[in-house]
């Protein structure tokens, strides 16, 4: 009887521990979830509290030391390159290891193994555009022709992975808790996928909504509402610049046969809308000290834990500081001794379509010419989370992956387009990084840039000597005018890219008379430049602000050019509203919220601050109207793009009784002006449903502007309605999920001044004080001090680290 | 009085232990320790339950006071209870079933080994 009651009592303990360990559904195991040693509980220390004066770091060459600052930022002192990034690798892991595991994860096409099936579509999508596949590439190009950068990943991947080595499941990031899964080896390969994973967020293509349109409009009509170069376009390269090379000349076939069908196909996702950023430096004419000025802020999704990871990295050689990318070597955006450099994205369409046609369903042929050329097949093993795991086959053509089959995407046979892009060919942009960290000159940074294919970048520059330059760079295909506009037919040898624009060519200033270099997003020359460069995405309103702004400034200051990063002038608005308004005539007098409305709307002065009222109307009018105009457009079943706003405003100005806004489906004929009041109409009936529901419609209340955790479904890590002005299409391109990701300032002084802040915090852990704490400054339009830090300085120090 | 103090000593080996052991192995240390000097059946139950429990509710108490974090009242709102309060609660029951199941199975198992008095109707 004894040995049964016990017997029945240790099942059921046994049940009971064994019950605890197990997930139930997305429920995690409780027991080391809640387990007050070993779960999440232990994620409630912030990292002063469980600062260490030394750590173990197995392989360096001499002991490393880590000063954190007052904000948690680390100033890593090492005593050569190696010891240096294998330092940044651990030190990055021991803050950011969820992030950049998970960042990485999801480059490779590896949710599914996380969250379960319910990704298996978006890793297909991942995989099926070859960004591991370009990341495989990538490291046999590195370790061919730069070993010595390839040395340098390999030790950063072993500081990563002796953190990882070393930690306990107290310490385990949360997400890792939550999720119940436990961080993988990192390797080179990740770190070179990162960067991939760069260029898909950065880079998009429209050809498929360019093939439909030219479809639906024909030439003529697509060339007047897309124009390539409209009117009053203010190019990152001054106008005028001379071209002082001697163009490769590029042959247009003569005859031009696209795959003429309308095109039912969801294209590939297109980066986040508000992804961009300003760059600009000011030469010392132009300052009020004499020195140049630099200012960088990239626009990204607003996400926590932050993109970006600051750091101050020195060895006896050099010292460099600003933003990193947890996962890539060195700094992406800041600064040394020497120079300063920022980046902006140079979108430009690189990546292009070709129809294939195979020979038949074994898909093992394509047709190429007059003969057949020989595909391959690459298999994507998709592990997912409690199931078995998803094979895909992906067929392999010369250009690159066919994307669309049968299997993806189509439910039509015939459909196959295989996507050429220059993510998939070799490229060593970790060392353009890594040369720019230690460059002392424009000689360096042009060096340093040499080596930069995707995604295509707007690199400014500032010397301490003075010099101010601007180059776009990126491995740009040699295209005939109109080339990769539209899907192209894989079966003509003729439609091939034509090479590539030499990196002399590309478009590049130093020290232009205007005294200033800026870019924007916008088109990156005017249109003597000799080569092709056609994007769908060029932005019209911050460049042409901001190089206003920068002609009239004088005897600028870093406080002058913090304001400009600031800057909420609506410029978009500033140009429409008037029209709008005349347009709109005086046909609502009567009704007493319109005319509250108009007033507010008359009264304003395009500045999109979080207190004013103007831009939430403003905004909802111009979405309605837009909406209007382009009504019959967006009503096609195959995916198209509308044109863009800066052309809208121009038709509603130059001829807004013109045949564009005439809805051909309607018996009547529409004007701009039927459209603005449709679109006021709408904005009444908006506000009236806002009004109701949520009350003040202040500008930083309709936008609320959130900064998500990564994993959206973990809000309580979010941090909601962040009261700050801005939009897209400003200076300030803080929207509701996109905005300044990054924001520095540096003066190029006999000592440097610094200053940057972004939205988030360097610790990744959302249980520390450290994690979301720099958002209220950055949502002021405060900074913080960047300057450079020598390893005895005392002051504002919160704790130091030993490595060894 | 025994029943405090294997109370308190099941707790004082959870303190000691638990920063390096999973929670299974806290439990075995806990039957172990009820099956060494335990108390018997329901006294085992409640003093092993009440050790292991108040030593994880106090431990989560004392991390959230001491580290002022937020991070309880986020994964309380994240799993659904709206704040933290709840999760100290299922913490301090769950360390409470743990601690309960293991010291009434080292009790038992006590019982098993234990001799038997050899002359029950003596004198």
């Known amino acids: 009887m004894k040995y049964i009651g016990f017997l029945v009592v240790l099942a059921l303990t046994v049940a009971l521990a064994v019950a605890v360990s197990m997930p139930f559904g997305a429920i995690p195991p409780l027991a080391p979830l809640l387990d007050p040693y070993h779960g999440f509980w232990q994620n409630s220390f912030s990292e002063d509290k469980l600062a260490e004066d030394e750590l173990e770091l197995n392989n360096l060459g001499e002991p490393v030391n880590v000063v954190y600052d007052e904000h948690l930022i680390p100033h890593i002192f090492a005593a050569n390159e190696a010891d240096l990034y294998r330092a940044q690798g651990y030190i990055t892991a021991k803050h950011r290891l969820w992030q950049m595991e998970f960042q990485t994860m999801a480059a490779a096409g590896r949710i599914s193994e996380i969250v379960g099936p319910l990704a298996i579509d978006l890793d297909r999508m991942t995989r099926r555009k070859g960004l591991a596949y370009g990341a495989e590439i990538g490291i046999k190009f590195t370790q061919e022709t730069d070993p010595e950068t390839y040395a340098l990943l390999e030790a950063y991947a072993d500081g990563v992975n002796q953190y990882i080595d070393q930690l306990d499941d107290a310490q385990l990031p949360v997400e890792y808790k939550i999720l119940n899964y436990r961080p993988e080896q990192w390797s080179a390969f990740k770190s070179i996928l990162l960067l991939k994973y760069m260029t898909d967020m950065l880079v998009g293509d429209r050809d498929l909504e360019y093939s439909n349109l030219r479809k639906i409009l024909g030439d003529a009509m697509l060339d007047k509402l897309y124009p390539e170069y409209p009117i009053g376009v203010e190019p990152i390269i001054e106008p005028g610049h001379k071209w002082e090379f001697k163009p490769l000349e590029v042959s247009r076939p003569d005859s031009i046969n696209y795959p003429n069908d ?160 220059n993510v998939h060919e070799g490229s060593n942009e970790q060392s353009t990084f890594l040369k720019l960290n230690t460059g002392k000159n424009h000689d360096d940074y042009n060096a340093a840039l040499d080596n930069f294919t995707a995604p295509a970048q707007n690199f400014v520059f500032a010397s301490k000597s003075g010099d101010i330059a601007m180059r776009i760079q990126g491995k740009f295909p040699l295209k005939w005018k109109g080339q990769g506009k539209f899907f192209m037919d894989g079966a003509d040898p003729r439609m091939e890219w034509q090479g590539y624009i030499p990196n002399e060519h590309n478009a590049s200033t130093l020290n232009p008379s205007r005294g200033f270099v800026s870019s924007a997003n916008q088109h990156p020359t005017d249109s003597t430049y000799p080569y092709y460069v056609f994007d769908n995405s060029y932005e019209f309103y911050r460049n042409r602000r901001l190089n206003n702004k920068l002609t009239d400034m004088k005897d600028i200051t870093v406080e002058d050019m913090q304001g400009l990063q600031f800057d909420d002038y609506y410029l978009h608005a500033a140009e429409a509203l008037p029209q709008m308004l005349q347009l709109l005539g005086s046909g609502f007098e009567n009704d007493a919220n319109a005319k509250k409305y108009i007033s507010l709307l008359k009264q304003w002065d395009f500045y999109a601050d979080p207190n004013q009222k103007a831009p939430t109307l403003f905004y909802v009018w111009w979405r309605e109207a837009y909406g209007q105009i382009w009504k019959e457009l967006s009503e096609n079943l195959a995916p198209v793009t509308l044109p863009n706003y800066y052309q809208t405003v121009l038709f509603m100005k130059n001829e807004p009784e013109g045949e564009i806004f005439d809805l051909k489906k309607t018996p009547e004929v529409e004007s701009a002006a039927t459209h603005v009041k449709e679109g006021f109409k709408g904005m009444l009936e908006v506000m009236k449903n806002w009004e109701a529901e949520e009350g003040d419609f202040s500008w930083a209340n309709y936008k609320r502007t959130k900064v998500q955790h990564l994993v959206p479904q973990f809000g309580a890590f979010s941090v909601e309605n962040v009261y700050t002005g801005g939009g897209a299409g400003i200076l300030n391109a803080t929207s509701g999920r996109s905005g300044a990701s990054w924001r520095m300032v540096v003066e190029l002084g006999p000592e440097i001044k610094a200053f940057g802040i972004y939205p988030g915090g360097q610790s990744g852990n959302p249980g520390s004080r450290f994690y979301s704490n720099f958002i209220p400054a950055w949502a002021n339009g405060e900074y913080l001090n960047f300057d450079l830090r020598k390893a005895d300085q005392q002051e504002g120090v919160l704790f130091t680290t030993i490595l060894n | 009085m025994k029943f405090i103090l294997f109370t308190f000593l099941t707790a004082l080996l959870v303190i000691v232990f638990n920063p390096f052991l999973p929670y299974w192995g806290v439990m075995l240390i806990v039957a172990v320790f009820a099956a060494l000097i335990g108390n018997k059946g329901a006294g085992a139950f409640f003093a092993g339950g009440l050790g292991m429990g108040l030593a994880w509710l106090g431990q989560s108490i004392y991390i959230s006071s001491f580290s002022g974090s937020s991070l309880p009242d986020n994964m309380g709102e994240l799993m659904g209870f709206g704040s933290g309060l709840p999760l100290l609660a299922l913490t301090g029951i769950l360390g409470f079933l743990l601690g309960a199941f293991s010291a009434w199975t080292g009790s038992l198992l006590r019982q098993l080994f234990k001799r038997k008095p050899d002359n029950i109707y003596g004198h």
């Open chain 1, 262 to 421: 309308q095109i039912l196909l969801d294209p590939l996702p297109q980066p986040e809308k508000g992804t961009g950023s300003n760059n600009w430096a000011v030469s010392g004419a132009k300052t009020k000290s004499g020195n140049p000025i630099l200012a960088n802020d990239p626009h990204l999704s607003l996400n926590l834990p932050s993109l970006w990871y600051s750091m101050q990295l020195t060895t006896p050689n050099h010292s460099v500081k600003g933003a990193t990318l947890p996962g890539a070597l060195g700094v992406i955006s800041g600064f040394n001794e020497n120079i300063a450099w920022g980046v902006t994205n140079a979108t430009r369409d690189t990546r292009d379509w070709y129809k294939i046609t195979f020979q038949d369903e074994s898909r093992k042929a394509y047709r190429y010419g007059d003969k057949w050329m020989q595909s391959s097949i690459r298999i994507e093993e998709i592990k997912v989370k409690g199931q078995d795991a998803f094979l895909d086959t992906v067929v392999y053509t010369h250009y690159g992956p066919v994307v669309y089959d049968k299997t993806f995407n189509s439910t039509r046979q015939d459909v196959n387009f295989a996507l050429k892009w």
